[in-house]
């Protein structure tokens, strides 16, 4: 009877669990290699393309190759300035690389691993380019991105290394969907291209294909990224034929899923999924067996986020004790700016806000100690 319960219950658990996965999709549009502005085919600016996104509820995730923003092509700060603005619209910039060239083979498209060699970047090299293309963004666009997509979609396990070192949590490439490639490395994977020289004699298939592979992939992932080439400016695309296919497409998308499509950026996604983890291990370890300090949710933030920790229970002579807790924020030269925590805490798990609003944007750390425990996280203020 109890066995028959049990099963009962795992059933119940289990068909719970496949209607929630079914019932939200969270949709990214992701556009590659945002760049020239030289052709005089119109529409040649971004902002159109966003428009039509966002005009649906939409958000779009920039990949911009930093090195084209300082490219002749792009010195009249247009380009700059469209970006600029659609940040404060909510869309996001991604880190993709640094020009977009291998510096071994000077091919284009790959410049972690080079693949006509295949020889991967030595670290310091793969950093160089990261911080430069860091650099780049912070002085064009005033934004620190903590998402990152590989050029040529190739990368390695030094890319991740120093991903994870220059405080980028979340990447886009071809590999596994929902899932930590590589320790705290958040990837979510681009799904599928349907826009590269899309033309009206392919306008109808290519949409019957994505809403299919949507339908399908989409939905038992909850989870799809469409990919565009910054193609609504180049030659081939004039007439805005990109804008009315994606235009066309997410109006389909809005009918057939109603209020159950969350449209979010890259690095909003690759958190929702992290965050539904970490809640989910709140919610069954509610005596931690060991410290534990879980990533803030969400981060990037504006001015406030949420940061929990798990305190274990310790038992001494029979009873259980509570234990001194610190959780401090740190800046990236180690200056203490916040003290969020400093009591006595019981076993169990905690969440606690803190707010960044007299704080300049930027790298942060977080420190959970109590007695020889001691962690660190890092989380970006962005404002
Ligand atoms: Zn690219
Ligand atoms: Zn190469």
Known sequence: MILRNTKYLLLVLVIYQNLFAQ????????????????????PRRILDFENAVQQRGGKVTWAVIPHRLIETQNVNGVLQQELRESILRGNEIALHGYNHICP???????????????FNIPYSQQKDSLINGLNIL???LNVFPISFVPPGHAQDTITFQTLLDLGIEFLSSNGETKNFIYKD????????????????????QKMQSALSEIRTIGLSNSYYCILLHDPFIRQGY?????????????????IEYGNRVKYKTLSEAAAEFKHQQTTSVANVKNIPVGFELYQNYPNPFNPTTKISYGIPSVKTHG??????????????LGNEVATLVNENKAPGVYEIEFNGNRLTSGVYFYRLQSGKFNAVKKFVLMK
């Open 238 to 254: 004039e007439n805005g034929i990109v804008i009315r296919w994606i235009g066309e497409l997410l109006d389909s998308i809005n």
């Open 138 to 140: 912070h002085d064009s």
């Open 185 to 204: 490395l958040y990837n979510l994977k681009y799904n599928n291209e349907y826009t590269w020289q899309l033309s009206e004699s392919l306008y109808q």
């Open 104 to 118: 071994i083979c000077g091919s284009s498209g790959h410049e972690m691993f080079c693949t006509a060699q295949n």
């Open 23 to 42: 019932d939200s999709l969270l949709f990214v549009i992701r556009v590659d290699d945002i760049q020239s502005r030289n052709t005089t085919i119109l």
């Open 319 to 332: 009873s259980t004790s509570v234990q001194n807790v610190l959780l401090k924020i740190y800046d990236l």
